[in-house]
């Protein structure tokens, strides 16, 4: 198979990129010999999604580059640019959460899961493993220190100023809080003891006070935070900031667990699982710079198996990047191995079944549509309220697989409630999209209804000279996924309901559902607010954003005092503004 095209390919290093029978892009990789990795695939024994992947390839491409660090950032450049679906079995779009020190007057901590990672001038910590034990942080911090917790400044003193966990920054203009966040920072930088010394101070002022409840809520507040000392005890305490990396592989699978290490401590871990496809060393480069390059930030130090190229990764990267191979350092990297392999032995069952399920639904599918070929799915559903607000929205499956960066959104060009000519205008615009950026071609499209929706969505298709097979969802009166209608003869194809396909259809229908009414819902809110602030003479497009800014809802605009409406605002404007909101009853 390929013989004369593998004869061609040089011994240097590169991309290559694997193409369906359709000439659609279905795996980018990289490699160090070109023709080496090629060749392995085509005359060597390949098992699991590798062996799936060789079947499907017809043809390939591939870009020599001067060095294996261009051929890195190559890469990611093409799976950004053609999104392969192979490629998207492996990405890792897991973000996890950071405690965030905000940089205000006075500051306040939040939890941020999606973090700008190029953004500068910002007090980040962590990751923390899960939301809940970056709240409980939170939680207890702000108990014992009276931090600021309100988003917007208050009329007058709230209930934490009333309980001595705020100090009325809302009132008290002149409050140096200075020492008290420097101490906060401390903490969050892994200083544990001072928060342990802080409780026990607050138990004894609360017991001495006869504040027994209150008391007994902070012993057990201690008591976790014993337990979590405990737990994140090292015999590494130098004080750096380090993550570390290595994986189990078995099956087909490969488990990648992380230690995360901050300022001496055992912070938390994480277990990734993925089939794999290419090589180890490639599997484990890609996912390492997958994971740093949008959610999470680079520690000064990484260490990672001795199989990796330290120092491509270390210039990728902008940070350090080792192997470790004797001391403290390696017990603590044969224990994130440990924790790979147990993550992968007890979870193999539970991969094997889902993946049986999934594969079996799309085969039922496929079968039941007489399709030779069914991979990408993409379905569509608009939505409007009284015939306002109409936004439509589409989300994407692969392999029977949600595929998050595929789905999209579309503002429609009316406000009059017509579906037929919402699926119309949505479903030509997205695939001239698709043909103009040669985007890869869906092997289905789903449209929300019946005959009419299926009839709209093909004659958007054909004004484009393309044919895709149309198929529509119809609910029943529950709301519910009933009827399958097969877009090319108009019948209704019975779908067993205990089947995987029918739980497949069902899962897909729920998905743009739940995400075209989360849209509408957004674009509902933005837009009344707009509208109404258009009504009144002064408030133009950037004095509008910075109402919307800062107050977020017309509601919270009414509640606010001419005083803080002056801020932005000149005074006869925010009167004006304020008598307007007063003689409006149905803000809510």
């Given at each position: 198979?390929?013989k004369?095209e ?26 160090k ?59 890792d ?19 941020k ?37 309100c ?13 001595h966990?705020?100090l ?15 101490e ?29 409840e ?19 005890k ?9 993550d ?24 938390g871990?994480?277990?990734n ?42 210039d ?30 007890n ?111 093909k ?26 209608i ?6 209704v ?8 396909a ?12 739940r995400?075209?009414?989360t ?19 002064g ?10 800014k ?12 001419i ?6 605002l ?19």
């Amino acid at each position: 198979m390929f013989k004369e095209e593998l004869s061609l390919v040089p011994k240097k290093s590169g991309c290559y990129l694997m193409k369906d029978q359709y000439g659609t892009i279905i795996y980018v990789g990289k490699a160090k010999i070109l023709f080496n990795r090629l060749k392995s695939y085509f005359t060597g024994r390949v098992t699991g999604k590798t062996r799936v992947l060789v079947s499907e390839i017809k043809s390939f491409e591939y870009i020599v580059t001067s060095t294996e660090a261009e051929a890195f950032i190559l890469e990611n450049n093409l799976i950004k640019k053609y999104n392969p679906k192979y490629n998207i079995l492996l990405k890792d779009d897991k973000s996890y959460p950071y405690i965030e020190l905000t940089n205000e007057i006075h500051p306040r901590l939040i939890i941020k899961r999606e973090i700008n990672i190029n953004k500068k001038k910002r007090n980040l910590y962590g990751p923390y493993p899960s939301v809940y034990e970056a709240r409980r942080l939170v939680n207890l911090i702000n108990r014992v220190y009276p931090l600021r917790k309100c988003v917007n400044m208050p009329k007058k003193e709230c209930l934490y100023y009333h309980i001595h966990e705020c100090l009325g920054y809302c009132i008290h203009k002149d409050i140096d809080d200075t020492n008290m966040i420097k101490e906060v920072m401390s903490i969050l930088s892994g200083n544990s003891d001072l928060l342990i010394n802080k409780i026990n101070e607050k138990i004894k002022i609360n017991s001495d006070n006869m504040n027994y409840e209150v008391a007994l809520s902070l012993k057990n507040d201690l008591e976790y935070m014993k337990v979590l000392e405990d737990k994140q005890k090292v015999e590494l305490n130098d004080g750096v900031n380090r993550d570390i990396f290595n994986y189990y592989i078995d099956k087909g699978y490969i488990s990648i667990s992380i230690f995360f290490l901050r300022n001496g401590k055992l912070l938390g871990s994480s277990s990734n699982i993925k089939p794999i496809i290419s090589e180890v060393k490639d599997e484990l480069e890609t996912f390492i710079i997958d994971f740093y390059s949008k959610h999470n930030i680079a520690p000064k130090e990484i260490i990672v198996p001795d199989i990796l190229d330290s120092e491509i990764l270390s210039d990728l990267l902008d940070t350090k990047v080792v192997s470790v191979q004797k001391g403290i350092k390696k017990k603590l990297f044969n224990l994130v191995y440990e924790n790979a392999k147990i993550s992968l032995e007890n979870d193999i069952e539970r991969i094997y079944r889902n993946d049986e399920m999934i594969n079996n639904a799309t085969e039922e599918l496929k079968s039941l549509l007489h399709m030779d070929e069914l991979s990408v799915i993409e379905a569509f559903d608009n939505s409007n309220l009284f015939g306002t607000y109409t936004v439509s929205a589409m989300v994407t499956f692969v392999d029977g697989r949600p595929s998050k960066n595929d789905y999209r959104k579309f503002k429609l060009s009316f406000e009059k409630n017509d579906d037929v000519m919402a699926m119309k205008e949505v479903i030509y615009r997205r695939y001239f999209r698709v043909l103009k950026d040669r985007l890869r071609m869906p092997d289905l499209i789903l449209v929300d209804g019946g005959k009419n929706q299926i009839n709209a969505c093909k004659e958007a298709l054909n004004s484009l000279n393309l044919y895709i097979k149309v198929c529509g969802l119809k609910k029943s009166d529950k709301h519910q996924m009933s009827e399958l209608i097969d877009g090319d003869t108009m019948e209704v194809i019975n779908v067993d309901k205990r089947s995987n396909a029918f739980h497949l259809l069902t899962r897909i229908d729920d998905e743009i559902h739940r995400y075209v009414i989360t849209y509408h819902k957004q674009i509902r809110s933005k837009g009344s607010l707009s509208s109404i602030l258009d009504d009144v003479k002064g408030i133009g497009s950037k004095r509008k954003k910075e109402l919307i800014k800062t107050f977020g809802s017309l509601k919270k605009i009414k509640e606010a005092s001419i005083e803080e409406l002056e801020r932005i605002l000149p005074a006869y404007i925010a009167s004006d503004l304020k008598d307007y909101l007063n003689n409006k009853d149905n803000i809510v």
